[in-house]
C-alpha cells in the first residue's frame, strides 16, 4: 500500500499554529511504541522537535515520549493530528511545501530475538514525503463507489473449494475511510463474494487485541444480513510491542490466547498463527483443544512448503501429532512470474526498460531472497541510480514473490487447512497473469483440499489509492476460479 503518512488534504488549519492529519502508513494498525521519529519541514525550514505533538483521541504526545507508548492503539482507520506550533497560525487556502519524515519499527515482523534480555531487531518502515500541500479545516469527501457487476452463478454441490476473501483485499480503502465495517461487508453481498470471510485481527478489531462485545454485536448482525461464513481468523504476535526487550513467553502465551478467545467470539473456527515456536505451540494446544479452534501457520513467498524454515515446522508438527494444527497456503509462494503491478510502480519510480529486463531476470534465479534483492540493489548502483528511490519496493520484489512450483502444495495437502487465494491483477482475458490459477485448481482438486479459498488482493502493496477498484477484481477473480473448478480438464 502506498507508504504515506500525509495526503493532499493534510494540512490544517490550528490555533497553535498548523496540524499534518495523519495516516498510518501501513496495512495494519500499530501500538504508538512503533513510530521511532517523526521530522516535519515547511517551505524548506526544519522545525525543531520540541515544537512537534502528537494528537490522538484528545491527548497529546511529545515525539520523544511515542516509543514508551506500549499499551496505545494506533488504529488504522484514525488520523491523528501532527500539532506544530507557530508564532502565526496558518490561514485557510494557504499552500505550503511540507517535508515528513518518520522512522517506524513493524512489532510482528522480527529480525532476529534481543539477546540479554535487550529488544530484538525488527523490520523498518521509513517514511519520507515532501508534498505542496493546501490549508483546509477538514478531511476531504469519499468517492462513491459503484459495482457495476452482474450477479455471480451460485455455487454448486459440485464445487471442490467454498470461496471467499480477506477483507485485507481492501486494506487502503479501509485505511482512508472509504468503507467502515458495515459498509465493507454491504459491498462484498453485493458484488457476490462470499460466503467466506476473513479478518487480519489487528486491521479491522478497533480494540485489538481484545475483541469487544459491541464488535461482535456489528459482526453477528452483518454476518446475519447477508449469509457470510466466518473462514479465517489472522492473529499477529507483536514480540516487539515494547521498545526495551521482546515479549517474554508467559507474555506471547498470554497475548496469542487473548486472540484466541476473540477468534471464538466471532465465530472462526480457525485462527491463522504467526509463530510456530515448539513451547508456544505446546501451551497453545490446550487453549486450541478447549476453544475447538484449528492453527494453520502461513508459507508465505518467498519461502515454500519444502523451505529449510517450514520444514522445521513440519517437523514441529510432526512431534507434537495433534490434527488442529496445520498450514494456510498462499500463492505468493508460488508465481511464474512478476505481478504487472509491481513493475508498473517501479516503473513509476524511475526504472527504465533495461533495469526492469534485469530485475526479472534476476528474480528467476535460484538465489535466495537476501541475495537476489542485493544483487538488484548493486546492479542499480552499477547504473548510478539509487535504490532508495524504489523505497520499499526494491525489497518488497522478492519478498512478495516466490517462484516455487505450484505442486510443491501436493506434498503437505492433507495438512493444509485454508487457502490464501493471492492475486496482483485480472488482466482483459480475466487471468491472472503472474499466478497460473487453473494449474493452481488441478493441483488442489486431485490432491483432496475441501477448504475455503479466501481470495487477497495484495495489489494495495504497489498500486496508488483508486487507481483500481480491489473488490471488483476479487470479483473477477473468482470467476476465473470458478471456471477453473468447473472446466472439463478439472473435472
Do not use: C
Amino acid at each position: 500500500m502506498p507508504n504515506g503518512m500525509i495526503s493532499e488534504d493534510s494540512l490544517r488549519v490550528h490555533p497553535d499554529g498548523f496540524a499534518l492529519a495523519l495516516t498510518l502508513p501501513w496495512y495494519r494498525s500499530l501500538w504508538l511504541s512503533s513510530v521511532s521519529t517523526i521530522r516535519v519541514a515547511i517551505d524548506g525550514v526544519d522545525l525543531p522537535e520540541a515544537d512537534l505533538a502528537f494528537e490522538l483521541r484528545g491527548t497529546r504526545y511529545a515525539i520523544a515520549d511515542l516509543p514508551q507508548q506500549a499499551d496505545v492503539l494506533w488504529f488504522l482507520q484514525e488520523h491523528p493530528l501532527l500539532i506544530v506550533r507557530r508564532d502565526v497560525p496558518i490561514a485557510v487556502g494557504e499552500t505550503h511545501d511540507v517535508v515528513v519524515h518518520a522512522e517506524l519499527r513493524l512489532p510482528y515482523m522480527q529480525i532476529a530475538p534481543g539477546q540479554d534480555g535487550g529488544p530484538g531487531l525488527y523490520v523498518p518502515n521509513i517514511v519520507h514525503q515532501e508534498l505542496a500541500l493546501t490549508a483546509t479545516e477538514g478531511a476531504a469527501s469519499v468517492p462513491a463507489l459503484v459495482s457495476g457487476a452482474v450477479p455471480p452463478p451460485p455455487a454448486t454441490d459440485a464445487d471442490p473449494f467454498q470461496l471467499g476473501l480477506t477483507l485485507y483485499s481492501a486494506s487502503a480503502e479501509f485505511r482512508a475511510g472509504w468503507y467502515d465495517f458495515d459498509g465493507l461487508l454491504d459491498r462484498v453481498a453485493e458484488l457476490g463474494i462470499g460466503p467466506g470471510i476473513e479478518i487480519v485481527a489487528s486491521q479491522m478489531v478497533p480494540t485489538y487485541p481484545v475483541v469487544s462485545d459491541e464488535f461482535v454485536r456489528t459482526w453477528r448482525a452483518a454476518f446475519d444480513r447477508h449469509g457470510f461464513a466466518p473462514s479465517s481468523f489472522g492473529a499477529n504476535l507483536d514480540m516487539g510491542r515494547r521498545r526495551d526487550r521482546d515479549m517474554t513467553p508467559d507474555e506471547e502465551f498470554e497475548f496469542s490466547e487473548l486472540m484466541f478467545r476473540g477468534a471464538r467470539k466471532l465465530g472462526f473456527p480457525l485462527v491463522r498463527i504467526q509463530s510456530a515456536k515448539p513451547e508456544l505451540l505446546r501451551r497453545l494446544l490446550p487453549v486450541a483443544e478447549k476453544l475447538e479452534l484449528t492453527l494453520a501457520y502461513e508459507i508465505h513467498a518467498p519461502m515454500g512448503p519444502n523451505a529449510e524454515p517450514i520444514l522445521r515446522v513440519r517437523e514441529t508438527y510432526a512431534e507434537l501429532d495433534s490434527p488442529l494444527l496445520g498450514f494456510v497456503a498462499d500463492f505468493s509462494s508460488t508465481m511464474h512470474a512478476m505481478s504487472p503491478t509491481l513493475l508498473r510502480a517501479v516503473q513509476r519510480a524511475g526504472l527504465d526498460d533495461d533495469a526492469l529486463v534485469e530485475l526479472q531476470r534476476i528474480w528467476t534465479t535460484d538465489a535466495t531472497m537476501q541475495e537476489r534483492q542485493q544483487e538488484f540493489i548493486e546492479y542499480l548502483k552499477s547504473r548510478d541510480f539509487d535504490p532508495g528511490r524504489l523505497g520499499s519496493f526494491a525489497h518488497l520484489a522478492f519478498n512478495m514473490h516466490g517462484h516455487v512450483d505450484p505442486h510443491e502444495w501436493a506434498d503437505i495437502m492433507p495438512q493444509i487447512r485454508h487457502v490464501h487465494a493471492k492475486f496482483y491483477d485480472i488482466d482483459d482475458d480475466g487471468q491472472e497473469p503472474a499466478i497460473d490459477y487453473p494449474e493452481h485448481v488441478r493441483v488442489f482438486v486431485e490432491n483432496g483440499y475441501r477448504g475455503y479459498w479466501s481470495s487477497e488482493w495484495e495489489g494495495h502493496a504497489f498500486a496508488e489509492l483508486g487507481e483500481v477498484d480491489p473488490l471488483l477484481l476479487v470479483r473477477g477473480q473468482h470467476d476465473l476460479i470458478r471456471s477453473a473448478m468447473r472446466s472439463p480438464q478439472t473435472a
